[in-house]
């Protein structure tokens, strides 16, 4: 079982920067590949980014690109979302999730076996 936490939303005018981090409990987090997913209210979930296990390849929803930068620190369990230029259409709950290293980083929610509980993003105007 891997557990994943999230932490570092709030609330920020459009514009800000923030960081999140998401702490896993797991060992051997380098046998995951990561990523964020959000979910803005009455609307579905999304894929936001993701990274191999090795750090060395990143993927990026259109929506975010160029403004928001994942990275990873195995040696501290830990992956983080640093979000620039935030709009207030990034407004959402931010989830963290896993998926074991031999799978393909994808969009797809089905290909993440771990989520986190996730933390609450909002970027007023």
């Known amino acids: 079982q891997v557990q994943l936490l999230e932490s570092g939303g709030g609330l920020v005018q459009a514009g800000d920067s923030l960081r999140l981090s998401c702490a896993a409990s797991?060992?051997?987090?380098?046998?995951?590949?990561m990523g964020w997913f959000r979910q803005a209210s009455g609307k579905e979930r999304e894929f936001v980014a993701g990274?191999?296990?090795?750090?060395?390849?990143?993927y990026y929803a259109d929506s975010v690109k160029g403004r928001f930068t994942i990275s990873r620190d195995n040696a501290k369990n830990t992956v983080f979302l640093q979000m620039n230029s935030l709009k207030p259409g990034d407004t959402a709950t931010y989830f963290c999730?896993?998926?074991?290293?031999?799978?393909?980083?994808?969009?797809?929610?089905?290909?993440?076996?771990?989520w986190g509980q996730g933390t609450q993003v909002t970027v007023s105007s």
């Open positions: 990274i191999t296990w090795s750090g060395r390849a990143t």
């Open positions: 797991q060992r051997s987090f380098s046998a995951y590949n």
């Open positions: 999730v896993a998926a074991p290293a031999d799978t393909v980083v994808t969009s797809n929610i089905w290909n993440y076996n771990y």
